[in-house]
């Protein structure tokens, strides 16, 4: 099985701009070079310029396409206004927003700070809502419509966890935020996507998330019933897709991607996955035994 394959044909997102925060590294670099290979024009946005510049060029040589580095902090309103306008003279005009800029401490809760909570809620909450509202009224100013927001959320985003609890209450504000506005400005010709994606390592975000002595620990995998992590092609087929005009009729959707990673931490008799065969013969005679009495 080849699940590394590109999905979408070539041109799928010819003529689309696009921009993708948090796009400088990991799953947002990944997503922006595949929506690159397939026409799109994208703009990467984050705190780090350098790094920015670096991926921008990197994508260009390796797509031939146009990948426009711009410095913005999503936590900020005037800089994301900034950075929108900076898009807007470049490339004309903006059809798609990716919210992808993350931040996350594993962390028991006690021992959090106000501000360190304060600054995942920030990222990903505060971030999440002033990019979609930076673009979304200068789309119904504007009247340009044909328009999506694609937002990462996660599968704790409705379960909740613990030891990343600034983040599953931020990203559970980013689900209810994508399915309100599907709704509410879906005549302003905007759809509202989220991707709730499983375990896809990224070396900035897993090395900082798994120290070396708990990556043995914690083999996610075990999580996992397909019992592998994702491939970055997997969730770039997924987004590409949800952005492009293909999925013209998919709005206030969260389409989860993670191998069954969350249901397997739900279901009540899940955990009999670890009862050996012998074990369920005995099982079963054993109940047969007692349903004769
Ligand atoms: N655990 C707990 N608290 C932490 C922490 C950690 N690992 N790292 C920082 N903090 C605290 C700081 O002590 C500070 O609180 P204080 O002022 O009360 O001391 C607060 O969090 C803010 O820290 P600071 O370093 O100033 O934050 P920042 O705004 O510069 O950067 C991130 C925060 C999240 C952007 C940064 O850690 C980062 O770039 N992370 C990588 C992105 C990421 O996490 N990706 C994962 C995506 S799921």
């Not at 902090?73 to 900034?82: C, I, L």
């Not at 504007?142 to 959320?153: E, G, Q, R």
């Not at 996660?154 to 506005?181: E, F, I």
Request: glycine share 8%; aromatic share 10%.
């Amino acid at each position: 099985m080849n699940y590394t394959a590109k999905m979408l044909r070539d041109d799928a997102l010819k003529g689309k701009n696009i921009v993708v925060t948090g796009g400088g590294s990991g799953l947002g670099k990944s997503m922006t070079k595949y929506f690159l290979e397939l026409g799109a024009q994208v703009a990467i946005t984050s705190r780090n310029l350098d790094k920015l510049k670096n991926t921008a060029k990197e994508l260009e040589e390796a797509t031939g396409g146009t990948c426009l580095p711009v410095q913005c902090d999503v936590r900020h309103y005037d800089q994301v206004e900034a950075m929108r306008d900076q898009v807007l003279a470049s490339f004309g005009s903006v059809d798609i927003l990716l919210n992808n800029a993350a931040g996350n401490f594993i962390a028991p809760t006690e021992r959090l700070s106000a501000n360190a909570f304060d600054t995942i809620i920030d990222i990903v909450l505060k971030g999440t809502k002033n990019c979609t509202l930076a673009f979304g009224k200068y789309w119904i100013d504007t009247k340009y419509t044909n328009t999506n927001v694609l937002n990462i959320v996660t599968t704790y985003a409705w379960t909740g966890s613990s030891y990343v609890v600034p983040s599953a209450t931020a990203k559970a504000g980013v689900l209810a935020l994508t399915r309100s506005l599907a709704v509410e400005w879906a005549k302003y010709g905007m759809r509202f996507n989220a991707i709730a994606p499983g375990p896809f390592p990224t070396k900035g975000a897993w090395d900082r998330l798994f120290p070396e002595e708990l990556k043995d620990k914690f083999d996610m995998t075990k999580q996992v019933p397909l019992r592998r992590v994702g491939d970055h092609q997997e969730l770039a087929n997924l987004a590409a897709y949800l952005v492009s005009d293909f999925a013209a009729y998919v709005n206030g959707e969260v389409v989860t991607i993670d191998g069954g990673e969350w249901l397997q931490g739900a279901g009540q008799f899940n955990l009999f996955q670890d009862i050996p065969e012998h074990m369920w013969d005995q099982l079963e005679a054993m109940i047969k035994a007692k349903g004769k009495k």
